[in-house]
């Protein structure tokens, strides 16, 4: 797995599992209800656990890639982005974050693209003061189909003026690099969020990194 360096004139982050991480003080206390007798990594399933409950619409998106009923959960999520409500203060930057996009910012025209709903979207980015990084925000419900559709990759990319070829995409799930690769993008997996190496694997992220910090290495 490799990236052609040379193709990348912009990016596009996920937000849940990428950008925001759960709250590890809240997986440390579920951790005991996941033994290791049953579990081979509890802290890594309580992790997950916590990502559910903060994120259902990511959680339950990816559950759908993996059973292939897209169309049926969006619709699902297109209720949850009406109904339920963000509450910015239980998440987390994954660590590194934010010196990575003051980084690259200048340097890459960025684009969120998100899941969520706007109101989630916009307040999770204005509490961590993330915004002024970002050129173009892609929420679940700015286009016709969301991830892991291409609609919202080829949607930023449109905004950005940049051709979707030449677009990067970051997330941590299945759901991400599909969107990436149907939109003709290339795609990082990262495993700080829901995601696990070998199903990003096989879904063709073309570079794995363990967490999102790690991409400043990759591209500065």
Known sequence: MSLDLLRIRALCFDIDGTLSNSDDLYAQKVRRFFPHFLFKNPTRIAHRFIMWIEAPGNALLSLADTLGVDDEM??????????HRYAPGKFLLVPGVDELLKQLHGHYPMAVVSARDEDGTMAFLEHFDLLKYFDVIVTGLSTKHTKPYPDPILFAAQKMNVPAENCLMIGDTTVDIRAGKSAGAQTVGVLCGFGEEPELKKMGADLILPDTSKLLDVLI
């Not at 699902?76 to 009406?82: K, M, T, V």
């Open 74 to 83: 969006i619709a699902i999520i297109h209720w949850l982005s009406r109904h």
